[in-house]
């Protein structure tokens, strides 16, 4: 997580649940997030069984030029992305994932501009699933809530450990690298085989899972 928005919404949800997979929906109150509420959204599944958004945030909806409520989340992308972040959400309302996707949004009129978004799921009962998120826009140029986004693209996708990120997000220790100078260039490491890019997701090698 790069963006004050995400690291900011994370620590406050993984404060609610307090071990728990998640949170129940009654335990958010909006007054302790009233800073990141104009870029928040809730998500719920619809009588087919697909994420619509049951509330979004003012700024969000003027990103996008439009009422969020009661739309598709998955039609906020592309078609070839949609079956994708449709399965992610679902992950996110049946197995209690957490999910980041890095993206890249495309205005009306051709400009860009990337995101980040941070999906977290909270308790509403097997019937009543619900989603709690935020999209950060990574930079905020002028025309952004002037020039609706109408179109985006998936640059990157991670699913989150919560105990894992916790852990992560000690203060780092400065640590000299072992790996020569040299060996550190971008097209090096990339020629090493330490890193490959797999349609929009990047895959690195010599993990396992868990």
């Known amino acids: 997580m790069n963006q004050n928005g995400s690291i900011t919404l994370f620590h406050y949800w993984n404060r609610l649940r307090d071990g728990r997979p998640a949170p129940k929906r009654s335990e958010v109150e909006p007054a302790d997030i009233k800073s990141l509420l104009a870029d928040t959204f809730i998500l719920e599944r619809d009588t087919r069984g697909q994420p619509i958004f049951r509330l979004a945030g003012t700024r969000l909806c003027a990103c996008y030029g439009r009422e969020l409520k009661g739309f598709s989340f998955p039609s906020l992308w592309r078609e070839k992305d949609q079956r994708l972040v449709s399965r992610l959400i679902h992950g996110v309302f049946d197995q209690k994932s957490v999910v980041l996707i890095n993206f890249e949004g495309f205005s009306r009129n ?15 009962g097997i019937e009543n699933p619900r989603c709690l998120g935020v999209i950060s826009a990574a930079e905020k140029p002028f025309w952004l809530g002037a020039d609706p986004i109408t179109d985006a693209m998936i640059d990157s996708i991670r699913v989150i450990d919560p105990e894992k990120e916790m852990l992560n997000n000690r203060p780092a220790i ?15 490491i990339s020629a090493l085989g330490r890193a490959r890019r797999i349609r929009h997701l990047v895959v690195f090698d010599g993990g396992r899972e868990e």
């Open 174 to 188: 400065d640590v000299p690298s072992l790996v020569p100078a040299e060996l550190e260039a971008p097209d090096t």
């Open 110 to 124: 051709g400009r860009s501009n990337k995101f980040e978004l941070l999906a977290l799921p909270l308790d509403g």
